[in-house]
């Protein structure tokens, strides 16, 4: 099993740009989560997503933030336009379907913006 | 969800055995008790997972005491590669097509190891 892809995993660009974040969860796996880190908040769950819909995106810092799931093997977080204090690491997780089944999480994308 | 307190950090010598306890006074009913484990530069990952009483896996022991408001993580004889930061993760069970999810990392407590 190649386990939860995420790219870029480097992210440099100046503020004001568009940021678009990929992520491959686990095949048949049918949760997957976008989650930020950074040193002063730890791990913040942004949204998830069950079977390609979202369900709780309360955790998206504001309206800049966006995240997508076309189909059961891609999602996207995009930032639009991004800001300096956007800068951390991003990490997808993917989990199966069946009663506490843990996450699975990828290396991360690590932004920084300008 | 049920809030969780760890100690932010702790020190232990190569070949000790390591218990990290965590804090979870308002746990529910249905809250499972799940450990992660994060290196540098990595997402975290799954170490263990339990209900009550005691489970253990080829990685580490959870022990959890009959009143479920707190839990221990036991590494035993840790190596330096098991420097990390580790999180304890109290939620609710989560249902096939529904339901809440164990969502809320802490801060962890990060293990250093010394040789």
């Known amino acids: 099993d190649a386990g939860v892809i995420q790219s870029p995993r480097h992210e440099v660009t100046e503020m004001g740009q568009e940021v678009t974040l990929r992520c491959k969860p686990i095949s048949g796996h049918d949760y997957l989560f976008w989650y930020r880190q950074t040193m002063m908040r730890g791990l913040e769950l942004l949204i998830y997503?069950?079977?390609?819909?979202?369900?709780?995106d309360s955790g998206m810092p504001e309206d800049r933030f966006s995240a997508k799931m076309p189909n059961a093997s891609f999602s996207t977080l995009k930032i639009q336009p991004s800001e300096p204090r956007d800068s951390a690491v991003y990490f997808c997780?993917?989990?199966?379907?069946?009663?506490?089944?843990?996450?699975?999480f990828g290396d991360g994308t690590r932004l920084s913006i300008l | 969800l049920a809030k969780t307190t760890q100690p932010i950090s702790m020190d232990s010598y190569e070949g000790q055995e390591v218990n990290i306890t965590c804090s979870h006074n308002?746990?529910?009913?249905?809250?499972?008790i799940t450990w992660y484990q994060q290196f540098p530069s990595q997402g975290p990952r799954f170490i263990i997972q339990g209900y009550k009483t005691k489970v253990t896996n080829e990685v580490a022991s959870l022990f959890i005491p009959a009143d479920r408001k707190s839990s221990t993580l036991s590494l035993p004889r840790v190596s330096l590669s098991d420097t990390a930061v580790y999180y304890c993760l109290v939620g609710d069970i989560f249902y096939s097509g529904a339901g809440s999810y164990q969502l809320t990392f802490g801060k962890g407590t990060k293990l250093s190891v010394i040789p």
């Open positions: 997503f069950n079977n390609n819909v979202p369900i709780d």
């Open positions: 308002n746990i529910a009913t249905n809250d499972y």
């Open positions: 997780a993917s989990a199966g379907g069946t009663v506490n089944q843990p996450q699975h």
